[in-house]
């Protein structure tokens, strides 16, 4: 049974920073080329890719609103995943998921996923 669990969120304003991570369990770090993935939702909005690390690689995809402001990592170590942001917007505002697929071949894809964490709120105030 694999699960995640995310932490890290918080009210921040605007300009500030945040260090998001995600935590799993069970046999999940297996493997190379899997998505692990950061998403966020907004209510009424669909969930948006944000960061992801391709397992076993060093590469990494970023969407284009937080290219440059975010940085996503993780530690084998620990099995966990981190997203760092900074330059925080009131438009980062959201909760913030991460997820984990096999066989994905578009990343921001969130219907592709199989593991879900429940999700750790990140407010931007201006």
């Known amino acids: 049974q694999v699960q995640l669990m995310e932490s890290g969120g918080g009210s921040v304003q605007a300009g500030g920073s945040l260090r998001l991570s995600c935590t799993a369990s069970?046999?999940?770090?297996?493997?190379?080329?899997?998505?692990w993935t950061w998403f966020r939702q907004v209510p009424e909005k669909n969930r948006e890719g944000v960061a992801t690390?391709?397992?076993?690689?060093?590469?990494?995809f970023y969407a284009d609103s937080v290219q440059g402001r975010a940085t996503v990592s993780r530690d084998n170590a620990k099995n966990t995943l981190y997203l760092e942001m900074k330059n925080l917007k009131p438009g980062d505002s959201a909760m913030y998921y991460c997820?984990?697929?096999?066989?994905?071949?578009?990343?921001?894809?969130?219907?592709?996923?199989?593991?879900w964490g429940q999700g750790t709120q990140v407010t931007v105030s201006s």
């Open positions: 997820a984990f697929g096999r066989g994905i071949t578009n990343w921001v894809n969130s219907g592709s996923y199989t593991y």
């Open positions: 069970g046999t999940i770090w297996n493997g190379r080329g899997h998505y």
């Open positions: 690390l391709l397992t076993g690689t060093s590469i990494t």
